[in-house]
């Protein structure tokens, strides 16, 4: 049994009621259908009914239990540090482009929350990225200038409510913060009828374009002329996205604290071993929920020890009463730091993506929903030529092979070495690669002393996947794909489960 603190759900899931949409059982055809039900596949589709079309959503899981059911939904277009750079790599005017497109995203939700009354705790925050030491300061001015030059609400401070000193902090003013499940539940509610619909618990296995373009789900085919796979990392292969970018996973506590010891704002930390820090109003008072152990998914077997950092972190720094939420996801990082969104290939006319958020896709989900329903529409959108997906991208250098091949190759090599004999090795309550008979097998002990057993090979491109201790998963060192401990999937891009293992033929 874990001895970590708090629920293990994401405190936007438990805090909202579940949803019961229907999953997909007849002959539907639409103009629109859109793969995913995140904060990119709900936008996309709010926008395109409003716009007259009919839509599907088709989501393999319930309504924003994905990512954007266990983000930390700040809505900033402050991104820690990424302004001095992007106009050191890509000019003033693109950087500018990246800039505007962020807070028109944020005042895009806010606009919407006031015109619709959403109640989803969307309250306007100062968003500050912090150094703590003077090592990283510069980094800090260089951005602030960098910002101000784009004309963003950016300042330097010496000073925030945090209750520990810092060097120093970007500042920037009128961001927001909400409840990123409650305003997605308003807007899927507002999609069935007048030729629309929303399918849950319907996985999405291949999109075929055509005339119309064929959705092909493990309960049917839908017909659409036009598709959005929204699933987060695209579950098609052809934009190899999952080799322009690499799955970033990290951890989030949600401690309660007395409102007068809470900070005041959105803040985020620089440099290595960083933490986000964030409060929500919930029904006993307030949470402080605070972010951070990042790493690359599948790399780390030990994950009790990333909530247990953040816990020591919460009680050292804020005195807090006690942790009532523990959870974790993941995000892809995009090696050119800007997302992808747009077509498929250069070869689709009707396939459309978006991916490669870096972390920040609340805001950046929501330009990408914005952006979508523009170029299905027909409508000219300034951001289209930054984003497009099909731009070439470094997904081949130095740096990109490294983080997907060694990763993949050479750590899993080391892994290997280590590998039980039999399934007898596995204790309870352990998850481990073991070879039986020559194959490699992902083998968990539960706590009844129950096995259970499934090849160790991922189904998307072949790695051997790896033990997550406190998700009780298997997550993929390659990719992010992750599967349950029966080898179900949890996370693309695999859309298969990992085969299963017979344990009473192998054991
Ligand atoms: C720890 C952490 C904290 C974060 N905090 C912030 C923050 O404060 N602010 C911010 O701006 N960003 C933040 N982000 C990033 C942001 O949450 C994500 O970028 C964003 O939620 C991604 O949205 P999405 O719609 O692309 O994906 P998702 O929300 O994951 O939606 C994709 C949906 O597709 C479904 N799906 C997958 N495969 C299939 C299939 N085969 N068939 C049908 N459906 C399928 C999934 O079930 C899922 O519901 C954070 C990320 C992490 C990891
Ligand atoms: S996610 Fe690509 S091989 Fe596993």
Same mark, same amino acid.
């Given at each position: 049994?874990?001895n970590?603190s708090?629920?293990a759900?994401?405190?936007?899931?438990? $805090?909202?009621p579940e =949803?019961n949409f229907p999953?997909y059982?007849?002959? %539907?055809?639409?103009?629109?259908?859109?793969?995913?039900?995140?904060?990119?596949?709900?936008t996309?589709?709010?926008?395109?009914k409003?716009?007259?079309?009919? %839509?599907?959503?088709?989501?393999s899981?319930?309504?924003?239990?994905?990512?954007?059911?266990?983000?930390?939904a700040?809505?900033?277009s402050?991104?820690? &540090?990424?302004?001095?750079?992007?106009i050191?790599?890509?000019?003033?005017?693109?950087?500018?482009v990246?800039?505007?497109s962020?807070q028109?995203?944020?005042?895009?939700v806010?606009?919407?929350?006031?015109?619709?009354q959403?109640?989803?705790? !969307?309250s306007r925050?100062?968003?500050? $990225?912090?150094?703590?030491?003077?090592?990283?300061?510069k980094?800090?001015?260089?951005e602030?200038e960098?910002?101000?030059?784009?004309?963003?609400p950016?300042? !330097?401070?010496?000073?925030t409510?945090?209750?520990?000193?810092?060097?120093?902090?970007v500042?920037?003013?009128?961001?927001?913060?909400f409840?990123?499940?409650k305003?997605?539940?308003?807007?899927?509610?507002r999609?069935?009828?007048?030729?629309s619909?929303?399918f849950?618990?319907?996985?999405v296995?291949?999109?075929?374009?055509?005339?119309?373009c064929?959705?092909?789900t493990?309960?049917?085919?839908?017909?659409?002329?036009d598709?959005i796979?929204?699933?987060?990392i695209p579950?098609?292969?052809?934009?190899?996205?999952?080799?322009?970018s690499?799955?970033q996973?990290s951890?989030?506590? /949600?401690?309660r604290?007395?409102?007068?010891?809470?900070p005041?704002?959105?803040?985020?930390?620089?440099?290595?071993?960083?933490?986000?820090?964030?409060?929500?109003?919930?029904k006993? /008072?307030?949470?402080?929920?605070?972010?951070g152990?990042?790493?690359?998914?599948?790399?780390?077997?030990?994950?009790?020890?990333?909530?247990?950092q953040l816990?020591?972190?919460?009680?050292?720094?804020?005195?807090i009463e006690?942790?009532?939420y523990?959870?974790?996801?993941?995000?892809?990082v995009?090696?050119?730091?800007?997302?992808y969104?747009g +077509?498929l *290939?250069?070869?689709?006319?009707h396939?459309?993506?978006?991916?490669?958020?870096?972390?920040?896709?609340? @805001?950046?989900g *929501?330009?990408?929903?914005?952006? &979508?329903a523009?170029?299905?529409?027909?409508? +000219?959108?300034p951001w289209?030529?930054? #984003?497009?997906? =099909?731009?070439?991208?470094?997904?081949?250098?130095?740096?990109?092979?490294?983080q997907?091949?060694?990763?993949?190759?050479?750590?899993?090599?080391?892994r290997l070495?280590?590998? /039980?004999?039999?399934?007898?090795?596995? *204790?309870?309550g352990?998850g481990? &690669?073991?070879?039986?008979?020559?194959?490699?097998?992902?083998? #968990?002990?539960?706590e009844?002393?129950?096995?259970?057993?499934c090849?160790?090979?991922?189904?998307?491109?072949g790695?051997?996947v790896?033990?997550?201790?406190?998700?009780? @998963?298997?997550?993929?060192?390659?990719?992010?794909?992750?599967f349950d #401990?029966?080898?179900q999937?949890?996370?693309?891009?695999?859309? +298969?489960?990992?085969? +299963?293992?017979?344990?009473?033929?192998?054991s």
């Amino acid at each position: 049994m874990s001895n970590l603190s708090g629920k293990a759900i994401s405190y936007w899931i438990d $805090s909202t009621p579940e =949803t019961n949409f229907p999953s997909y059982n007849s002959n %539907v055809s639409v103009d629109v259908a859109i793969v995913g039900a995140g904060i990119v596949g709900v936008t996309a589709a709010t926008l395109l009914k409003r716009a007259g079309k009919t %839509v599907a959503v088709i989501e393999s899981k319930r309504i924003s239990t994905g990512v954007s059911g266990h983000t930390t939904a700040k809505i900033t277009s402050l991104h820690q &540090l990424v302004y001095a750079e992007l106009i050191k790599k890509f000019g003033e005017e693109k950087a500018r482009v990246y800039a505007e497109s962020n807070q028109a995203a944020l005042e895009f939700v806010a606009k919407l929350v006031e015109e619709e009354q959403i109640d989803c705790d !969307f309250s306007r925050q100062s968003a500050y $990225s912090y150094a703590e030491s003077e090592d990283n300061l510069k980094d800090v001015e260089q951005e602030v200038e960098a910002a101000l030059k784009l004309g963003l609400p950016a300042s !330097f401070v010496r000073q925030t409510s945090l209750p520990f000193p810092i060097a120093g902090a970007v500042k920037f003013d009128n961001q927001a913060q909400f409840h990123s499940r409650k305003y997605l539940l308003h807007l899927i509610n507002r999609i069935p009828g007048d030729g629309s619909y929303v399918f849950e618990d319907t996985r999405v296995i291949n999109v075929e374009e055509d005339a119309p373009c064929r959705v092909i789900t493990d309960k049917g085919t839908i017909q659409a002329k036009d598709v959005i796979v929204a699933t987060h990392i695209p579950i098609l292969d052809q934009g190899l996205f999952f080799a322009k970018s690499y799955p970033q996973r990290s951890y989030i506590i /949600g401690a309660r604290i007395e409102p007068s010891k809470a900070p005041q704002g959105m803040f985020i930390g620089v440099g290595k071993n960083y933490q986000s820090i964030r409060t929500t109003p919930d029904k006993d /008072g307030l949470l402080l929920l605070i972010g951070g152990g990042g790493h690359k998914v599948g790399t780390v077997e030990n994950t009790e020890e990333k909530y247990q950092q953040l816990e020591n972190f919460a009680r050292s720094r804020f005195g807090i009463e006690s942790i009532d939420y523990r959870w974790s996801t993941q995000d892809f990082v995009s090696f050119d730091k800007l997302p992808y969104i747009g +077509k498929l *290939t250069p070869f689709n006319q009707h396939v459309y993506v978006a991916t490669g958020f870096s972390l920040w896709g609340m @805001s950046k989900g *929501t330009m990408s929903g914005m952006l &979508l329903a523009d170029l299905i529409l027909g409508v +000219k959108n300034p951001w289209a030529e930054l #984003y497009d997906a =099909t731009r070439a991208t470094p997904f081949v250098s130095p740096k990109g092979l490294a983080q997907n091949i060694d990763v993949g190759v050479h750590w899993v090599g080391d892994r290997l070495k280590g590998l /039980g004999k039999s399934l007898s090795d596995v *204790t309870t309550g352990e998850g481990k &690669l073991v070879t039986v008979d020559g194959e490699k097998v992902a083998a #968990y002990r539960d706590e009844e002393g129950e096995i259970h057993t499934c090849s160790a090979v991922c189904p998307h491109l072949g790695c051997v996947v790896a033990w997550n201790s406190a998700e009780k @998963s298997w997550d993929c060192p390659c990719h992010g794909s992750r599967f349950d #401990y029966d080898g179900q999937v949890l996370h693309g891009p695999s859309v +298969k489960d990992l085969k +299963k293992i017979d344990s009473k033929v192998r054991s």
